[in-house]
């Protein structure tokens, strides 16, 4: 496996990608997922140029953050949060992608320290899943565009995997509708994560502006 290969490739798909439909590919940001990886194939990723990197698991990230001496990374906080681990998190990451409740949105707030959020949408509708639903997504969206610390940036999602080999495409089509819906009440919030080694490409079909991607880069895990 060849880091680097892996990273050209996936650049090059997120070309096509963009061009395809009628997008630059400069506003889309690739975020690598270096969970369950270790920081020197972190460090070769960001030698290859990337700068973005999400993580999972707070006890893991924490100790690799805090190990790795890399110049202008952005850590983005991609998985679920507990709000006791919430002043952790505001201080090791730049972003949260995972926001899905008042009282996360309070305990982050209440870090002191200023932070990029998108609030992760349970688009599926499925209860298993994390995620805000669409009815009180804009309720939620308020109280983070009136926090102190927190900068509402935009929405996250993830979609439903594939069923018989079948993606569900309305899925991708309501993230990028809330998420336009989004911006024409509050344009800051002009970002919407969707989209991992799987379904990259249709995420930006669909409006993406951060993919992540883990496996397709670092291999499996
Ligand atoms: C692990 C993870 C990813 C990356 O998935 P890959 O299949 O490795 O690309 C993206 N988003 C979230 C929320 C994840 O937990």
């Known amino acids: 496996m060849d880091i680097s290969d892996n990273i050209a490739k996936i650049n090059d ?3 096509s990608a963009a061009t395809r ?3 630059s590919s400069e506003e889309i940001k690739l975020i690598a ?39 202008g990374i952005d850590w983005h906080f991609i998985g ?14 730049s972003w949260v992608h995972t926001i899905d409740r008042v009282k996360i949105v309070n305990s982050l707030d209440a870090a002191g320290q200023n932070l990029k959020v998108l609030i992760q949408v349970n688009v599926s509708d499925e209860k298993s899943k994390s995620g805000i639903s669409e009815s009180d997504l804009m309720p ?7 926090s102190k610390c927190l900068e509402l940036k935009g929405l996250m999602a993830l979609p439903s ?4 080999g079948k993606i569900n495409e309305k899925e991708y089509e309501k993230m990028n509708m809330l998420s336009d819906q989004l911006k024409n ?25 951060m993919v992540r991607v883990g496996e397709s880069i670092f291999g499996k895990r």
């Open 13 to 15: 798909k997120i070309e």
């Open 21 to 23: 439909s009628g997008r």
């Open 33 to 71: 997922v270096s969970k369950k990886k270790s920081t020197d194939l972190i460090a070769a990723a960001h030698h290859c140029g990337l700068t973005n990197f999400g993580e999972n698991y707070l006890q893991e990230s924490v100790e690799k953050i805090s190990s790795i001496n890399l110049n």
């Open 80 to 93: 679920n949060i507990q709000s006791k681990k919430s002043s952790q998190i505001a201080q090791y990451f």
């Open 140 to 146: 939620l969206a308020e109280i983070v565009i009136e």
């Open 161 to 164: 995997p594939p069923i018989d």
């Open 185 to 209: 009440y509050y344009s800051p919030a002009n970002e919407l994560s969707l989209g991992t080694s799987q379904d990259f490409e249709l995420g930006i079909k669909h409006g993406s502006t």
